[in-house]
């Protein structure tokens, strides 16, 4: 499929007021298969909100209603914030609630290089055009108008990229990656991100972007040990007691992430909804139909460009309607514990080598080797048929 740059796109940025998005010829719940048609069997993460609104336009009396009720009601009431040096108090709320909102993690610099990087990349996501009418292509098994900066690279990550790259370690978060993870020995599992355009009108389903096995490695139980929980058994065995088993499940998420936010999430804006103290649930949440309002409601409203959100990826979650003309992206980058398996090496060794040494280290299993390229490392595309084209219909993921 040929690429365009309409106008619009060409003056594209993931911050103030856009003619992008709210593309009325797009149908709410749409979404693509493998090869950008709209009716999909198989809707893959595009699950249907049954109380979308009906016509994705700015005017239309669901989205006026709907922006009427966020304007009053969005956001979660009490949201703590913590500052970069907060160590202690940021470990705590996390483990709490299964996130963390920390401030100021971006200095201006990194704030501006991240917006301009998030724009480039949107750019190219977008420069394939929609069918019959549709001003872009929705992402293969996804919502219109909600894109993934991970998904959409046919690397599935975007670490080739110098910019995300550059974000693996930074002085504001890596004291409390260690904190999180009390070892330095962690790794960086990928890097990428979500946006939503304006005119993503409806609620992405609440989901966890990790189920934990529940399974106690003896990588996983070390671990465990390194962070101070007391490993308590049952008399006269080695068998840990229930409650241990469980403190340690929670205390051990296999994924941490954190998204960098590149504007202010305001009520109107797609923030993203965390369900506090969800992380380590064996249920699973609420199907949209049976969501409750509450939760629909409990978002990160308040969080600031610059600011992130340090994830237990386990957490339900969810991006919700954006009703604004504002761009709303969280690039990101994921973390994964001593005991994680199977990262797969898409950083390529010349981005590797410029790294500093505690980058270094953390992407020593995401690091691809000298003189190979990581498949498909490069190509952003929406749909999934192209991007297996682009990666040479080889699996991407090998084992450290
Ligand atoms: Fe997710």
């Known amino acids: 499929m040929t690429r365009t740059t309409p106008p619009e796109l060409n003056a594209l940025k993931v911050t103030g007021e856009t003619d992008v998005g709210w593309d009325v010829n797009t149908l709410p719940n749409e979404t693509a298969d493998e ?39 969005n956001g979660l009431k009490g949201l703590d914030v913590c500052s970069p040096d907060e160590i202690d108090r940021a470990v705590r709320i996390y483990r709490r609630d299964g996130f963390v909102v920390v401030r100021d993690l971006l200095d201006a610099e990194k704030l501006a290089e991240f917006r301009d990087a998030s724009a480039r990349v949107l750019r190219e996501i977008l420069s394939v055009p929609g069918i019959d009418g549709r001003k872009y292509t929705t992402e293969t098994g996804r919502l219109p108008h909600r894109y993934s900066y991970g998904t959409s690279s046919a690397s599935r990550q975007l670490l080739h990229d110098p910019v995300w790259a550059g974000m693996v370690d930074l002085p504001t978060t890596t004291p409390l990656l260690k904190a999180l993870f009390a070892t330095s ?20 389903h609440l989901h ?141 060794h010349e981005i590797w080598q410029t790294l500093s040494p505690h980058a270094q280290h953390i992407c020593r299993a995401a690091k691809a080797d000298a003189g190979v390229w990581p498949a498909g490392a490069g190509v952003m595309h929406p749909l999934r048929r192209s991007r297996e084209m682009a990666a040479g219909g080889e699996a991407s993921e090998q084992d450290y």
């Open 185 to 204: 020995d962690y790794f960086v599992v990928g890097a990428g991100g979500d946006l939503c355009l304006p005119g993503a009108i409806e609620y992405q």
């Open 208 to 348: 966890y972007d990790q189920k934990d096995s529940g399974e106690i490695t003896q990588g996983r139980l070390a671990h465990a040990r390194q962070l101070g929980i007391e490993l308590r058994t049952r008399p006269g065995t080695s068998e840990l007691l229930a409650t241990t088993h469980r403190l340690i499940l929670e205390r051990t998420p296999p994924l941490i992430t954190i998204n960098f936010l590149m504007s202010d999430l305001t009520w109107e804006n797609g923030p993203i909804r965390q369900i506090p103290g969800s992380h380590a649930m064996q249920q699973s949440p609420p199907k949209p139909e049976d969501e409750p309002e509450w939760m629909r409601l409990s978002t990160l409203v308040g969080g600031k460009a610059g600011w992130g959100v340090f994830r237990d990826n386990r957490a339900w979650h969810g991006a919700t309607p954006n009703l604004s003309r504002e761009i709303r992206a969280m690039p990101n980058v994921e973390y994964g514990p001593p005991w994680r398996q199977g990262i797969a090496r898409t950083m390529p």
């Open 35 to 73: 090869e950008g048609n709209p009716t999909p069997l198989d809707r893959g993460f595009g699950v249907p909100d049954p109380r979308a609104p009906k016509t994705r336009s700015y005017d239309d009396p669901d989205v006026v209603r709907l922006r009427k009720h966020l304007k009053a009601n």
